[in-house]
């Protein structure tokens, strides 16, 4: 291994999936830490909540009742953070003047959803099987396909999903971007421990898709239609070091640039666009994937992980350049560093200047690929 | 206010300082919060703490000894995250093998700092007047000048600084970026209470000076020399509902593109390039500004407010029209949104997706603004 001394010395890494830097502390872990200390999320919840906004059969904030669902159960977030229908705006005046060049709005409308991922109260994804993470997967599926302009290459491919649970009603409005995501744990902010995700989709091209679709384009303009994350993977699968776990499918890598102290990137090995371009044994193999990512996860500090996790893929709507450069990966973002009550701040430094870990991606891959596997701990307690 | 409409729809704001976008959602405050509670940080401290390494005359992790200094003290981090010598790394191999391309590194060497506020235990910025953070100051302009490049036509500038309460030794290499930065609270990852702030300094520029510097850059050629934070502060004067706090050199205000809930920037009015551009007076101002800023944030909920800030100016190191096109500025990021125990959490969509932010701008400077003047809430307890 050539780059044994980068345990050793502070040094930058590039993430040429967002064209970013950030700066590697490998030996700042020694200090102290007298800070803030995360209290662990109970593990003992009842499998039913009668006050819980989630759980089946019980009324939410707005008054709709959940109905008495087995697996997953998708329905508008009651507090939406885009909505289809709102007054117009349109900012007008001189543009040549200063004051619209410097203070710039545009509007944007789309759609929010809350969408389960178990009826039991008391479950993670760390405590699902790949079976039972699979509905949740071909939820996400089913959801994406329909809110694809029809314009889309990705449009026209053929599903093969089960008969779905829910009709999805189509969106009143063409919208771009699809963000599906999960915040897990009172420490990314989750204010309900029903194991659940979002998804916001919405006009216009967010920030982290667009740099990343940036990046991915221009690698394969540079690269004679080469994609830069199936290169990525073999050149993963070549090292090994920062491997956690992998399947036909899918590579589970804490990436080479990873920023969260055990950030993780599942993604596809073959080049896919997007969820719909997953066959049915790849949809098996990713929800595989995402057990042994949160499974391991759990296991590290033996307590509930929390963390914030996305999926990035084709925009819903695009050229078909930024449709075909798109390739399916989803990111685990947790912040916990050194146990289950001390976590990485990315604070000062990191929001002033640029992000700074303080432990190697490939120390971090070792421990998950080696001490992690085997049973959830909590099946043992 | 052509604006209003803004205050009820969900857009998106431009920062042109950055470069990027982020979403507003004026009307997500309402949905209820059963989250995290952060725990307001104890306002019975002791003036002297025998266990802080910051204190006075105590002992250090490492063994050195603390002076019974005033005011001010810097010494040098025991646990820097970059460090002045180690090992020698260049990245090697064929750059057009695939595994040299995506695994990229670079060595960062450079010198952190820590620097306490007050010689007092249980103080903040926000118990200081401003002629007790005058000192601050005055002693980040002259870490700052002396470890400015000789080429750097700032290094010339005389000062007109106090006799020194300390010497500041000679950094063993030419670094080019200096990031003066505070964390305050155990909600931003501060583990002493001791009022203190670091300096981390830096071979390369980091990634948010450089997205800034260069958006700088490109205003000024295509704007004829002018400058975008001095057009910025006169659109914003004209405008007044964004400003928390003015005096003759600096503007306080809740930028248009603020993300966290009550963001400010203290920017300068007029154009200065960095802490040795101001003047006596102009550093009275500054000193000023930032007692407002701190105090005004603990009388918003009465609490002492948690924050991470930082100070953007010119590289110690760099081209004429980088230098040039720099401006002096420093920003304030605090993650309370509703109370004291109520913060607002930047994870899966503001990570995987763009800043989301729940209150306009416009709100959280009116109450800056209007409510928070006078004296500190503590004073009356
Ligand atoms: O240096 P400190 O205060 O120990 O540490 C704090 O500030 C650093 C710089 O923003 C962060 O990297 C750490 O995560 C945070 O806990
Ligand atoms: O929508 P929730 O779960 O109420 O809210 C959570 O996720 C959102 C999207 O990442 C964030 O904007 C909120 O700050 C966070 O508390």
Redo the contacts with the bound molecule.
């Keep these: 291994m050539p780059e044994e001394i980068l345990n050793d010395i502070s040094h930058r890494r590039y993430n040429p999936l967002r064209g970013s830097w950030l700066l590697v502390s490998p030996h700042?872990t020694k200090?102290p830490?007298q800070?803030q200390q995360e209290s662990p999320s109970k593990i003992t919840l009842p499998e039913y909540d009668p006050s819980c906004y989630l759980c089946p059969g019980n009324k939410r904030a707005q008054g709709d009742v959940n109905p008495k669902y087995e697996n997953t159960f998708v329905f508008v977030n009651d507090y939406s953070a885009v909505k289809e229908s709102q007054a117009e705006y349109t900012q007008g005046g001189d543009p040549s003047d200063l004051s619209n060049l410097l203070l710039r709005a545009a509007p944007v409308t789309g759609k929010c959803y809350v969408l389960t991922f178990s009826s039991s109260h008391n479950l993670t994804l760390a405590d699902l099987t790949p079976a039972q993470i699979l509905p949740v997967i071909n939820l996400w599926t089913q959801i994406y396909a329909s809110h694809l302009s029809p314009s889309n290459p990705l449009s026209s491919i053929p599903l093969n999903l089960p008969a779905p649970t829910q009709t999805i009603e189509k969106p009143s409005a063409q919208y771009t971007w699809m963000q599906i995501f999960e915040n897990k744990g009172a420490a990314m902010g989750c204010s309900n421990p029903h194991p659940h995700g979002q998804i916001w989709t919405t006009t216009g091209l967010p920030e982290e898709p667009a740099a990343e679709l940036q990046q991915l384009i221009k690698y394969r303009r540079e690269h004679e239609g080469g994609n830069l994350l199936e290169d990525y993977v073999k050149v993963e699968i070549e090292k090994k070091e920062r491997i956690v776990f992998e399947n036909a499918g899918f590579l589970v890598v804490c990436p080479w640039w990873a920023v969260w102290p055990f950030e993780v990137m599942v993604v596809s090995k073959k080049h896919k666009r997007a969820l719909v371009d997953l066959s049915v044994e790849e949809r098996s193999d990713f929800a595989e994937a995402v057990a042994e990512v949160t499974r391991r996860y759990d296991n590290l500090f033996e307590t509930s992980f929390p963390y914030s996790s996305g999926i990035h893929q084709a925009p819903l709507e695009g050229t078909e350049e930024e449709i075909n450069a798109s390739h399916f990966h989803m990111h685990f973002y947790p912040p916990l560093?050194r146990s289950a009550t001390v976590r990485?701040?990315?604070?000062?430094?990191?929001?002033m200047a640029e992000p700074?870990r303080?432990i190697t991606p490939e120390q971090a891959a070792k421990r998950l690929r080696e001490d992690c596997g085997g049973e959830l701990y909590r099946k043992h307690l």
């Design positions: 700042r200090r830490w800070g560093l990485k701040f990315l604070v000062g430094y990191e929001l700074q303080d």
